[in-house]
DNA sequence: TGAAAATATGACGAATCGTCACGCTTTGAC
DNA sequence: GTCAAAGCGTGACGATTCGTCATATTTTCA
């Protein structure tokens, strides 16, 4: 009896085929234009069709973050496989994450929308959840890293400081520099230094502060910076 | 010929109204609640009346985030008040904007979707103006307190470093820290220390990494964190 | 006092949401 | 091959909310 895992397969590629379709319409015509009409007829199946897949507007909004997020945890995956220390491990994932926010700016938008109540109030608890799953197995890429480089000697924390507060610290830093640089022409009078350099000077500073070795003192990051833009950016984005 | 003046003024008691209203509202039953009707409802009055305000929703929730980055902003210049050195000053700042997102934390979560095309691809022109003023006048207080210290020879920045850049990667960090830990509940398995020892910690950390003296290493600022804490917490909001 | 200007009103058309009763397709037993 | 039952897709529909605008009301000032 394989007709069960067969349409199981049918209804997941029509899911995808909406969220394609969500993607496409938002990147064409912005978020405001995007109703459960049009990605009706996109896709030629009856809006009541697209209802099967999701509870509301929000939902397919999420469904769409989640699959970004899927992507976003490949590039993180293949960070990890990068060679050198683990400071320029932990680097190599900060610029995924960047090559993420390029990648996907629509899908980055809706990622910090997704982190308000706006949309949280009224996505379906499946689909929250799932992406909550998501966030977990990205963190987990980040504590590796960091669990790495106590194990090898590279960093100490003190004062009671947890894994996890470290952790949570470059991910804040990192989601609010590409969330204020994502918005950077919103802001005006700012002179600042390229997008690029920005990001290593403040990861390098934040590095430093916990005394993650070796400090920027010791070594120079910009060429590791480099080489982990050209890895990553050469990424195939899975279909 | 006051009259011109006198309606002027009544025309912004008027808006205040409004947006008190639409506070309400957000804070009772939630942002999806909000409707024109509702507010028209509310304030008695018609929902044409409303409209002469606000060009639509979004802009009326832009309306909404600007009155609370005006409270945002005043507790930053009680901020600069403080008695302290200039990493002390900071700190204080940064508490200020730890408080403004306590005391408005459904404000704070419109700000978050404020930067966000969503919204503003909506929201009027001059609202956003408006909005991009206070925000220049929030950086400066950030700007004030890291010249100060370049000048009283607490901090030295290096390789091309812009005090822009500095205050931006301040910035967010706060910003990025606020957001995840507003939104602390939604990532599960996420063992973390409290609230405001997080902040504390990666302030320090970053702080360090910039070698902005003196270093946590040379004087604690856990008391003047706490003190901050007190003095902004007492800081009466200006009706 | 009254005409003109300014302002307020809420009924209205348009857009979109989410539902659900109906009809078509697939399935599997005979 | 046939048929009943179950599963699935459909799009018309009611409800909600938006934003507008012709009309009604109020204010101004000669």
Same mark, same amino acid.
């Given at each position: ?39 009706? #007829? ?15 507007? #929000? ?65 379906? @608890? #499946? ?66 230094? @390229? ?18 070795? @070796?400090?920027?003192? #010791? ?21």
């Amino acid at each position: 009896m394989n007709t069960q895992s067969r349409r199981q397969r049918e209804f997941e590629q029509r899911e995808l085929l909406f969220v394609n379709a969500a993607r496409d319409i938002i990147r064409s015509e912005g978020v405001s234009a995007l109703t459960m009409d049009k990605i009706a #007829e996109l896709t030629e199946y009856a809006k009541g069709t697209v209802y099967k897949h999701f509870t509301c507007k #929000e939902d397919i909004l999420c469904a769409l973050c989640l699959d970004s997020l899927g992507h976003m945890y490949d590039l993180f995956q293949r960070a990890l496989t990068w060679e050198g220390c683990s400071r320029e491990k932990i680097i190599c994932i900060g610029v995924g994450y960047q090559l993420y926010t390029r990648r996907f700016p629509e899908e980055f938008d809706l990622l910090i929308a997704a982190r308000t109540n706006n949309i949280r109030e009224k996505a379906s @608890p #499946e689909r929250l959840e799932r992406m909550d799953q998501v966030d977990s197995l990205v963190m987990n890429a980040i504590r590796a890293v960091i669990q790495l480089a106590i194990d090898k000697g590279d960093l100490t924390l003190k004062n009671n400081v947890l894994i996890d507060d470290l952790c949570f610290g470059l991910w804040s830093m990192s989601f609010g520099l590409l969330v204020l640089d994502h918005a950077r022409d919103m802001i005006s009078g700012l002179q600042l230094s @390229p997008s690029d350099e920005l990001m290593l000077t403040q990861m390098t500073n934040l590095l430093d502060g916990y005394q993650w070795h @070796p400090l920027s003192s #010791e070594q120079d990051y910009h060429g590791a910076y480099q080489r982990a833009l050209e890895y990553l950016g050469t990424t195939q984005v899975k279909s």
